[in-house]
């Protein structure tokens, strides 16, 4: 199961979106339960990467093709706001892609030490329109 579930449209003219904000809310005590980072931690560094398919935990990622290159803006840097927010830009990855859904996974690293993997679903591929 995605811990972040919604639908991002990219597609032909539609290039260079955002920044998308991701907020990984943070536990509010050390005995709740309410977030998904640990009470009192934040994220450090994060790196996104971006799937073809339905990515789930149990996934192995080498079965499905990845795209971040192509959909990761590479001249934005992800960046972190906040200590648990994360901003991406995206592109449209280009047309062998069309009509396709994608995950994004957020390999997340914690100033603790910690790491944590996320996932969001969906990125939804257009084509150019005609």
Excluded: C
């Amino acid at each position: 199961m995605a811990e972040f579930t919604g639908t991002i449209e990219i597609g032909y003219y539609t290039d260079l979106w955002g920044p998308y904000f991701f907020i990984f809310p943070v536990n509010t005590t050390e005995t709740s339960n309410d977030g998904i980072i640990p009470y009192g931690d934040t994220i450090s560094a994060v790196t996104p990467r971006v799937f073809i398919g339905s990515v789930k935990r149990k996934s192995t990622l080498s079965s499905f093709t990845e795209i971040t290159d192509t959909t990761i803006d590479p001249s934005y840097s992800p960046a972190i706001s906040d200590g648990n927010t994360v901003l991406i830009k995206l592109q449209y990855p280009g047309s062998d892609y069309t009509n396709s859904k994608a995950t994004i996974l957020f390999e997340i690293d914690l100033a603790s030490g910690g790491k944590k993997s996320f996932y969001f679903q969906y990125i939804k591929i257009m084509g150019k329109e005609s």
